[in-house]
């Protein structure tokens, strides 16, 4: 018959039998245990400090290198400066532009190019004044002097103003009206 | 080698001769056989020693103890799934064994060891260990309702076991 409490008693005593032979306590015991630690804890902690070092000089090398940047960018200040100047060769270039420009129209016949008391010029007069521009320095509108202002009527309309102070070296200025 | 539990401090042998006896009887159990057994036992000190030299320590001795019994459990699953189809010593001497023998002194064990792995691992905590169910639930990692589920069944293939023999 079934008795529970009878069964695992036997069931204990059964159990109580099996036990770990000497054999394997002793294999057990023998097995390789502290002398790994130091290594283990000393390879690790090697391992974080040059982690470290490694995050720490990285660190400082990015720094240095913004600051660098920084100077850099207080040196690309000084070129921008500079660039004002070439913004002004830039209009010297299209104050060229428009000395061709003036160039064009007194060598082209069918623009109308009239003195400063509205009459047209004479085509003796167009070649002086061509004569003139081959060798001119053009200059801003601004330029103190005494000039001869011619009004050329082309698809645009401009005012070629030659100084005369200077025979030698004729400047104009171009203004577009 | 030192193993800290909590504010104690023991040496690994102390440890290998106190719990020794205790993990072999899980593992044979679970395994069925000697050779299977000592392979579990050895193989849950090495991982001891594998995970006290990483630096963890045990809140205190009963974890300690929870923990070899749950690496222990462990290591013999891995094992048995490895050699699935190979039958266990412990088996075949039952299908010899005479009626008379299993009515000797330890026969309640050989009647155990018809049964299935989990069955015999819950009976083993429960009635030799004295674990209570949720101790046994968190080593065996499992419900609390399944550990009494397996000793409910265990009891019950035993009685069937016992009267078909009587």
Do not use: A, K, M, V
């Given at each position: 018959m079934w008795n529970e409490e009878e069964f695992f008693k036997d069931f204990a005593k059964a159990s109580d039998k099996i036990t770990a032979s000497d054999e394997l306590t002793e294999r057990l015991k023998s097995?390789?245990?502290?002398?790994k630690r130091p290594r283990v804890y000393y390879e690790r902690m090697v391992l974080a400090a040059a982690a470290v070092i490694l995050c720490v000089s990285l660190g400082v090398f990015g720094i240095s290198r913004i600051s660098n940047t920084g100077d850099n960018i207080t040196d690309s200040k000084v070129e921008f400066a500079s660039k004002s100047e070439s913004d002004d060769d830039m209009q010297n270039i299209d104050i060229s532009g428009k000395l061709e420009l003036a160039r064009k129209y007194v060598d082209n016949y069918s623009v109308k190019i009239t003195d400063a008391n509205g009459n047209e010029i004479s085509q003796t007069t167009r070649k002086v004044i061509t004569g003139q521009l081959k060798n001119a320095i053009i200059v801003s509108e601004d330029t103190q002097g005494e000039y001869t202002s011619y009004y050329c009527e082309g698809k645009k309309n401009i005012e070629i103003r030659i100084y005369s102070a200077d025979k030698t070296n004729i400047k104009v200025a171009v203004i577009e009206k | 080698m030192d193993i800290q539990c909590g504010k104690s401090t023991y040496s690994f042998e102390s440890i290998v001769d106190k719990y020794s006896n205790m993990l072999m009887r899980l593992a044979m159990i679970r395994m069925g056989n000697k050779e299977d057994a000592e392979e579990v036992v050895q193989d849950t000190y090495l991982k001891l020693i594998y995970e006290v030299n990483k630096g963890n320590i045990f809140n205190d001795e009963e974890h300690l103890k929870a923990w070899l019994l749950t690496v222990a459990t462990n290591r013999g699953k891995s094992i048995l799934n490895l050699m699935w189809n190979r039958r266990t010593q412990g088996l075949d001497a039952l299908e010899e064994a005479s009626y008379e023998d299993k009515h000797n002194e330890g026969y309640a064990y050989e009647y155990v060891m018809k049964l299935p792995e989990k069955y015999r691992v819950a009976i083993n905590l429960f009635?030799?260990?004295?674990?209570k169910t949720d101790e046994i639930a968190k080593i065996m990692k499992t419900k609390e309702t399944t550990v009494r589920s397996y000793l409910h069944r265990g009891r019950e293939r035993l009685k069937e076991m016992m009267e078909a023999d009587a």
């Open positions: 097995l390789p245990t502290g002398r | 009635y030799y260990e004295q674990l």
